[in-house]
T-cell receptor, first 115, second 114 residues
Framework: DSGVTQTPKHLITATGQRVTLRCSPRSGDLSVYWYQQSLDQGLQFLIQYYNGEERAKGNILERFSAQQFPDLHSELNLSSLELGDSALYFC??????????????FGPGTRLTVT | GQNIDQPTEMTATEGAIVQINCTYQTSGFNGLFWYQQHAGEAPTFLSYNVLDGLEEKGRFSSFLSRSKGYSYLLLKELQMKDSASYLCAVSPLPPFGGYNKLIFGAGTRLAVHP
């Protein structure tokens, strides 16, 4: 158990809908990262927040957005869902933002299926 | 940009040693990570290299050569539970990275047979 929690575990929804994925980092970790893992794309970095502020952006679609709240939990919002958005979405946390020696701890993931 | 290459699949025998290679082309990075991921589960951290050389952690060791753009993960005394995907990742320097963003390779699926 990494200490990172994600809800829900599974989500099935229809095209065009909007969903929110939730992540709580390990106690004391200020950085939260979101990754998408699909069968054909591997693990892709989406976005990072540090203590409530956006710090880095990856290949995140404009239909996707995220935020980190004062209690450090984070939410990833996916809208106008398409079949291709079906994937495992992982949240990870680490103690620091600027020191790469702090490894990232991954949550169990949310499996999103768009039908 | 960054490009990370790993073999797609490998097989090995229980008790043996296996080396999983990772080559990368990147304009610069802070460090190189190895993660293990069992099917349908979260990646778990295995090792981190920032300097050239070998880092040893029990049955697992990781090696980095920045000049050659090359890393490997060495797994000794293989066990059936080592059957998993092994992901090589770099933490790129700005402007492509910074702040610990990780760029992952596609992963190597290792199957350990009795």
């Amino acid at each position: 158990d990494s200490g990172v929690t994600q809800t829900p575990k599974h989500l099935i929804t229809a095209t065009g809908q909007r969903v929110t994925l939730r992540c709580s980092p390990r106690s004391g970790d200020l950085s939260v990262y979101w990754y998408q893992q699909s069968l054909d794309q591997g693990l892709q970095f989406l976005i990072q927040y540090y203590n409530g502020e956006e710090r880095a952006k990856g290949n995140i679609l404009e239909r996707f957005s995220a935020q980190q709240f004062p209690d450090l939990h984070s939410e990833l919002n996916l809208s106008s869902l398409e079949l291709g958005d079906s994937a495992l979405y992982f949240c990870a946390s680490s103690a620091s933002s600027g020191n790469p020696q702090y490894e990232q701890y991954f949550g169990p993931g949310t499996r999103l299926t768009v039908t | 940009g960054q490009n990370i290459d790993q073999p797609t699949e490998m097989t090995a025998t229980e008790g043996a040693i296996v080396q999983i290679n990772c080559t990368y082309q990147t304009s610069g990075f802070n460090g190189l990570f190895w993660y293990q991921q069992h099917a349908g589960e979260a990646p778990t951290f295995l090792s981190y290299n920032v300097l050239d050389g070998l880092e040893e952690k029990g049955r697992f060791s990781s090696f980095l050569s920045r000049s050659k753009g090359y890393s490997y993960l060495l797994l000794k005394e293989l066990q059936m539970k080592d059957s998993a995907s092994y992901l090589c990742a770099v933490s790129p320097l700005p402007p492509f990275g910074g702040y610990n963003k990780l760029i992952f390779g596609a992963g190597t699926r290792l199957a350990v047979h009795p």
